[in-house]
């Protein structure tokens, strides 16, 4: 049963579908759910290709999922993009 009084948001406030001649993707958030998160660097770039890259990503991902009280489950790093999924 979902309850009506869920805290829906979303990332931007904003009424522009548009900015900058790009289409804006909205991230919609809602506290105490399970997230599929996914990002991939643009043009395909490999900036995870070194072991330098790799390291750097896990200690930034380590900290901000620390920060933002996230818990990845499951969290791969392919050489242009990572997906994770957790609470």
């Avoid at 309850?3 to 900058?20: G, P, Q, T, V, W």
């Avoid at 790799?54 to 200690?59: E, G, L, R, V, Y």
């Avoid at 009280?69 to 791969?76: A, C, D, H, K």
Wanted: some cysteine; hydrophobic content about 30%.
């Amino acid at each position: 049963m979902i309850e009506e009084s869920m805290d829906i948001r979303k990332s931007n406030d904003s009424a522009h579908e548009h900015y900058d001649g790009q289409h804006r993707f909205e991230h919609w958030c809602r506290d105490n759910q399970v997230y599929f998160i996914t990002a991939r660097c643009r043009g395909h770039f490999a900036a995870f290709d070194s072991e330098d890259a790799k390291q750097i990503f896990w200690m930034q991902f380590e900290k901000y999922t620390n920060q933002f009280s996230f818990t990845p489950w499951v969290t791969s790093l392919l050489k242009n993009h990572y997906h994770t999924l957790g609470y």
